[in-house]
């Protein structure tokens, strides 16, 4: 990992309180491999003082993008970016994701989540057939899923207001797949999002067996540190989000 002074190349409000920052970073993007994610120091001086983890969501030449809700302090600041302004990054981190090749691949995002799926489903493309599911509160917030098409066999949609696709939650529909035999699964959004997939699937069903998740937690040093992502194993040992995460296979943690 390093630490590199960025600008800010194109900032994009996508919809809701939902925003896109292209950095310009070249020693991150070198080394960035879907699944990782940054550090963002979102300001100059200590207030606040912890830096944000946030998902690598692209990279292109010298650039990474990061998707971002504003939810406090920290991201009002990061939404005020504009082209040419700096930003302090410390990345890559965490474990990349593992991949897979000549398989069938579901990929299911709820809100935000979508984001570090769309670094992964452009490499995971390239060798397999891949079905999304996403869903959101309203169609605003259906973000990034125009990117998706060229990537994706099929795309299931669901909205909480029923103001595009399906009327309800993601995993009402998941998985109606005509045809179509999941090897794998990665998942990426909120914690009960998570939970009703892992108790919903019926893993034997699946040819590997394997349910990836993407992990959110409040984090410190995002390197290892200071422990404070820890999350519980199934066999009562405990794993760090930042480290050996933030995907992690769902049948070996505790949600």
Not at 15 to 33: E, F, H, V
Not at 177 to 190: K, Q
Not at 191 to 203: A, H
Request: proline fraction near 5%.
């Amino acid at each position: 990992m390093v630490r590199e002074l960025s600008k800010v190349h194109h900032a994009q409000h996508l919809g809701s309180d939902i925003y896109s920052l292209w950095l310009i970073s070249p020693k991150i993007t070198k080394l960035a491999k879907p699944g990782q994610f940054i550090q963002v120091q979102t300001s100059e001086s200590y207030d606040p003082f912890l830096c944000r983890p946030i998902s690598i969501a692209d990279v292109k030449t010298n650039q990474l993008r990061i998707i971002f809700r504003v939810r406090g302090k920290g991201t009002i600041l990061l939404k005020e970016k504009n082209h040419g302004d700096t930003i302090y990054l410390l990345g890559p981190l965490g474990k990349p994701a593992t991949l897979v090749n000549g398989k069938q691949v579901i990929l299911c995002a709820g809100g935000v989540g979508i984001a570090p799926l769309l670094f992964l489903a452009k490499e995971l493309s390239k060798k397999n057939k891949l079905h999304l599911y996403f869903g959101a509160k309203n169609k605003s917030e259906l973000v990034l899923r125009n990117e998706f098409n060229p990537l994706c066999e099929k795309i299931f949609l669901t909205t909480e207001d029923g103001s595009i696709g399906h009327k309800g939650f993601i995993t009402d529909l998941f998985p109606r797949a005509v045809g179509f035999n999941p090897d794998i699964l990665y998942a990426a959004g909120p914690l009960g999002m998570l939970q009703e997939i892992k108790s919903k699937i019926k893993y034997q069903k699946l040819k590997t067996g394997k349910l990836y998740g993407f992990l959110e937690e409040r984090m410190g040093c995002g390197c290892g540190i200071c422990f404070g992502c820890a999350v519980k194993k199934k066999d009562n040992s405990f794993s760090r989000v930042c480290t050996d995460g933030p995907v992690f296979d769902l049948n070996e943690i505790e949600l």
